[in-house]
């Protein structure tokens, strides 16, 4: 007798916990004076067996059930969270009145609207959300009129007449990158996570001699891909040899005749900020290109994907093929490369050389590792490049629409995480393992209280 009052007991609680958690997850939100009447359910699915954490969620305009949405009528909401409690009247007083006030059926998560191609219509929403292993995710996107909320910018970027030219710039908290040259891309590490490109390019302050607390630039960049790069495969009697746009016949003769460069800012989010960069007229002797490459910074990650997109692309062979890479690190000891992936380990690095006249020592770091990441789809083919500086470089095969993207990463010894070889390269094993399974997302119908 006992026993079935146990398990009678059990199976009501089972009961009741399960209406519960299908009421907060079916509710509809409400904050403070904020009852919004139309909401659109999102499924978010992760296909692997490990769990993400603020896994990055883009939803196009075009997917949603219909796109005449403002900027300012969406609120993403995940009813698996806890709801905010009203806040006290000194919070209000300390953080103004668009603090977020009492909630209902889930919490409120920071967002972005983000107009890719610049024509007035925002193109993308874009989130980062928790989710578990193979878990099948509900969220919503209210859709009513709302202003209370404010976040910090976790990403930045920006342009600066930096160094007598200019640069583009993108960070997260942890890693930074910029153009200085235009097309190898520079890498900045932070001890602390912060963001600071602002005072660098806006002070013209040298990356190397950067205030300690601001961090400093980790990579000697010179004639090598960088912390990333692309070119072309356009000579297959000589595999070794890469083409590169400011590597050609007419380099240093000015933008009439040689290979010309335009930057802007797409977007400078809170979660995720882009860098456009376009290449003009370069011209190898083999060959006619134009290409734009969108660099990405994340928040929260160590990484940014960086989109190449060829509007011109006519090559004499029909061999040509893409080519992206990142350097040998300095002093580098160890490297990894298994299918679209490969790292350089370096030790003992010095990335600021001595300089007597202003009785500088140098200065040394322990560890730093870089790596590149190629999505499978690309069918990519890996090569050490022993020409410019010595490279890891992918060759891939052109695609039909000319586009191929790929991740860049970096770590070293005195960031707040990645700091050692073991650390980097399991950072780098799962991230290759996200981005070539990312997850999908479901956009269901609109709905009506």
Known sequence: MRLRNV??????????????????????????NFEPHRRIKLTITNPL?????????????????????????????????????????????????????????????????????????????????????RENKIMYLYIEEAERGLYKHRTHAGIGYYGRHMVPFWEAEYIGWKLWFPMSVDMHGKREPMLTAYPEYTENLSGYYMPYELGTDIMTVSATFGAGGIGLFEVPSQPDSVSRPEYNFRTGEGPYTSTRYAFEVIFNGPLRSMIKAKTMNWET???????????????????????????????????????????????????????????????????????????????KVDFEGIALVVKDIYKPEYSNIKGLGGNHVFKIPVTTDHKFEYMILGGWSEGAVNRNEKEFKQYVLDEALRYNNPARVKVHELEHK
């Open 7 to 32: 398990i009678g007991f059990i199976m009501l609680y089972v009961l009741v916990f399960a209406d519960f958690a299908y009421s907060q997850a079916s509710g509809w939100y409400t904050e403070g």
């Open 49 to 133: 067996n490990v769990d993400r954490k603020d896994c990055p969620m883009c939803i196009q305009r075009t997917d949603l059930p219909f796109h005449n949405i403002p900027q300012r009528y969406i609120t993403v909401v995940d009813p698996s969270l806890p709801s905010n409690p009203e806040p006290t009247d000194e919070e209000l007083r300390r953080f103004s009145g668009y603090l977020i006030r009492k909630e209902e059926f889930g919490h409120y998560i920071e967002y972005q609207m983000d107009d890719i191609d610049r024509d007035g219509i925002w193109d993308e929403l874009f989130f980062l959300t928790d989710i578990k292993a």
């Open 285 to 363: 002797g083999s060959g006619q290109y134009e290409v734009e490459q969108y660099y990405t910074a994340y928040a929260h990650k160590s990484y940014s994907i960086c989109r190449a997109v060829f509007t011109k692309f006519l090559p004499d062979e029909g061999s040509t093929a893409f080519a992206c890479g990142i350097r040998e690190i300095m002093s580098q000891y160890n490297s990894f490369n298994e299918g679209g992936t490969a790292i350089s380990f370096g030790k003992d690095l010095l990335i600021r050389t001595p300089d007597e006249s202003i009785g500088e020592k140098g200065l």
